[in-house]
């Protein structure tokens, strides 16, 4: 017998034909011979509704009563589903955050959790019950309800699974698990059986929605076993693990890429100490999220710089830089839309040189140019013009031998919640 | 300064508009240089919304689940209607039935409160705050969330009320007082300035509408004053009190009415010791109340006895008194419908003999047969044939000196949760 949580997005339990669904799906793997714990999301549009409604009564959405409003949500998710799962003659019992023991930060809108004390899920478990456990919310020490933010019921599944030492944290999604791309571009996506933690986090870092990098982190940290697969097929997902069995001649394991990227160059700086501190410290203290940055050399004294951010933070961003022209003085800012930033992930990166060369050489040969480049042990991002991207992909899945030999499932809009 | 509780229901928060209409009342309540507590209850249709959902997932509605679901629906209401007044620049904070300190009995749909610890609250109110509380929920000593059943908002406010030592608690609902009877029929039915709680409860019991008998009950054994009041109208609402001061020649308050009467009649009990004591104990066992009991006389050794049941409860009623033919033997059991409970209720009765005399009188002058009767210090009721019930409230009205001299304000469908 093996204890298992397993995780319901909102479009997963978006409504009760749906929500029957996930009954059946969690019955199935009690009869399997397994305890069960479910995580579940807020159904489908409850959310955004939810925030329709208090958007007419206080435009400022105040944190504390939008947490006491949007907890809700899951609350219905989870007393829905419990009984759904009662109508198939099985014991269950459904706790909010709170009663389920997740303490977090005093923080509205994006608490961490700073403590699990889940003996009434082991009590409830012991009993023989199905447990149902809303996601996305917790208790802080003042007794205040608190939400976990985006990606926050995956970070609740992961975080449950690791306190009461879950055998694995299987995340039910509406696609069948993590490619090596996008499907949508590359039709011949090959759906990886295996990715370790880090690879991950940097794939969820770059934009592939499968799993918030939140959640990657708290699996990676507490080791336990994530698999992501599709609540609407029983086909197998994929693992994700501390060490992913590498496949013969296969070195870059994913290609992700990310749209929301704008870069802002400042020519002319004053090359004296402390002038990148002093600049991206002021961003940082704006809530700014630098990328990439690039010094692209020194001349007469003058050094010039670029760096990416998302696009919504591109006027701000520029707007502080110039804030501080009195104290940092510049020749010249401008800023640039419309790229894309591509990179290629894989824990055999490490031990295969050459393979950072050989992505610069594919992306020149569809006559794109490079404009930023960053490197990590598993990783190697390029920001490029956008206008290529599809080419651009298709050339690098197969050059990197990802290409599978069918095409790939491809589902509806993606979980995120 | 005085400290007001203020409990608006389901149909006062209906909708964002209803809401905003709320959130000003309260501000202004304020401005008068009050403290508030808001008890609020679930907006308009949510809750039979909630319900629907279930009963698509599990026909039985098991009773934890269902308490899970439904206290969402106040939880949204405190939220919104929190974000609501803040949004006209005061503070405030909302407190879910937990928060607030209501413990009950670790019963699902109609727990009853057995402590408030209303620290939280108290301390809010110091600093200035509107506080505002989810009504009819609470949780139990095993950390399980529980609700009140019905009249439950009713009974938060006037429970909070007491627990916090407010000056008065307020329940704002959709009509602007309490009537002497229902302006429906009576056009001229005068609405109460004062009422006592023994009357209230007299006439909340008889199917009057505005206000739960448990709350009243409440409100009677803390002392708390009540003001029913319009949420839609400035007008003086009715205060129920202690004691209430009588008008001149008044000795009724008030006429009730109940249609919901089912008479089942048993003849030929063979009288033996212990045939009531058995017969109405098996009825009490299978929760069906019983309101009015008449035993009309012996012959042979044999009684006949009759009492009223509900509607909902004649079918089971009669059921049960089969069931016991064999230990507690009788000739026949026939049942009748098509009644209606009319009942005068008044403190002043109790010092006023031939009250029940003149409205046998009346009745019968309206060519009506009483059925049964029964009597205490503050009311008498009599069950009668349903044909002309509006003529004999009339006219009870007249005999009675109720008619005010102006026609009732008569607000839309009331507000019982």
């Known amino acids: 017998m093996s204890l298992f949580v397993m995780k319901f997005g909102g479009s997963s339990v978006g409504d009760t034909e749906r929500m029957q669904r996930v009954a059946r799906r969690v019955a199935q793997k009690q009869d399997e011979g397994h305890q069960c714990v479910v995580v579940v999301s807020a159904m489908g549009d409850t959310t955004d509704e939810l925030i329709d409604q208090a958007k007419i009564l206080n435009d400022k959405l105040p944190a504390r009563e939008m947490d006491m409003l949007l907890t809700t949500g899951e609350q219905i998710s989870i007393a829905l589903l419990s009984m759904a799962i009662q109508s198939l003659g099985r014991e269950t019992v459904s706790y909010t955050g709170w009663q389920a023991g997740f303490r977090t930060e005093p923080v509205h809108g994006k608490a961490r959790i700073t403590d699990i004390q889940p003996e009434r899920v082991l009590r409830s478990l012991e009993e023989g019950k199905i447990v149902i456990v809303a996601g996305f919310q917790g208790i802080s020490e003042e007794g205040e309800i608190t939400t976990l933010g985006r990606g926050g019921s995956d970070t609740t599944a992961v975080a449950l699974a690791a306190a009461i030492k ?63 697969r599709s609540s609407f097929t029983y086909n197998e997902g994929t693992v994700v693990k501390e060490e992913a069995a590498l496949e013969q001649g296969v070195v870059v394991s994913g290609i992700a890429y990310d749209k929301n990227v704008a870069r802002i160059s400042i020519l002319g700086v004053e090359d004296i100490p402390g002038v990148l501190a002093g600049m991206f410290g002021a961003l940082a203290r704006e809530q700014i999220d630098v990328d990439i940055i690039v010094q692209s050399g020194i001349s007469d004294g003058k050094a010039d710089f670029s760096f990416t951010v998302t696009l919504d933070d591109r006027e701000r961003a520029i707007e502080v830089i110039q804030g501080m022209e009195s104290i940092l003085p510049f020749r010249e800012i401008t800023s640039e839309d419309g790229l894309v930033k591509i990179s290629i992930v894989g824990a055999g990166m490490v031990s295969h040189p050459g393979v950072a060369a050989q992505m610069f050489e594919v992306i020149s040969s569809q006559g794109v140019n490079i404009k930023m480049v960053s490197t990590s042990e598993i990783k190697v991002s390029c920001v490029v013009e956008g206008t290529k991207l599809n080419e651009v992909i298709r050339a690098l899945h197969t050059a990197y031998k990802l290409d599978a030999e069918v095409q790939a499932f491809v589902g509806g809009p993606q979980d995120r919640r």
Chains 1, 2 share one sequence.
């Open 166 to 228: 879950a055998d694995a944290c299987e995340i039910y999604t509406d696609v069948d698990g993590v490619y090596s791309t996008d499907p949508r571009i590359v039709k011949v996506a090959r759906k990886l059986s295996e990715i370790s933690y880090d690879e991950m986090l940097e794939l969820a870092h770059l934009g592939t929605a499968v799993l918030h990098p939140r959640a990657v982190e708290y699996a990676k940290h507490s080791k336990v076993p994530l698999v992501v």
